[in-house]
């Protein structure tokens, strides 16, 4: 078997706004809603630990905001797993998706603040906008 060598891309803050979807949890109207946009955000987790996995800034400063997001990124996968396969009355996911909401946005400013520092000429809300 050969081995391949994956070329990694040399912007991969900038390539990341590309592949994350925008995520809204305060627009889901029912459970079925939910559970489809807990599978997107967890889409987008997934997107910026792999886009975060391989990067070594040079700059201390972005390294720990790099940790920082990291470590979000994690504690939302945690979150995102947590959900139970069904609630006890039919308004209970509601609860859960405020829980999932205010940690998502947190996730969102550090992930803001991370792009901002990152890429030379950015404003903040690049990447939490496309988030």
């Excluded at 720990?64 to 609630?87: G, I, Q």
Aim: some cysteine; hydrophobic content about 45%.
């Amino acid at each position: 078997m050969t081995a391949l060598n994956i070329a990694r891309s040399e912007r991969p803050l900038e390539d990341l706004v590309f592949r994350v979807c925008y995520m809204e949890l305060t627009e889901c109207r029912d459970e079925a809603e939910f559970r489809e946009g807990v599978q997107l955000v967890l889409r987008n987790l997934d997107e910026v630990l792999d886009a975060l996995c391989f990067y070594r800034p040079t700059d201390r400063k972005i390294e720990r905001a790099v940790d920082r997001v990291k470590l979000k990124a994690t504690h939302m996968r945690n979150l995102c797993a947590a959900v139970p396969e069904s609630f006890d009355n039919p308004e209970g996911w509601r609860s859960v998706a405020e829980n999932i909401m205010v940690n998502y946005e947190q996730f969102r400013i550090e992930a803001g603040l991370l792009y901002r520092l990152a890429v030379p000429g950015s404003s903040f809300g690049v990447l939490r906008a496309a988030l």
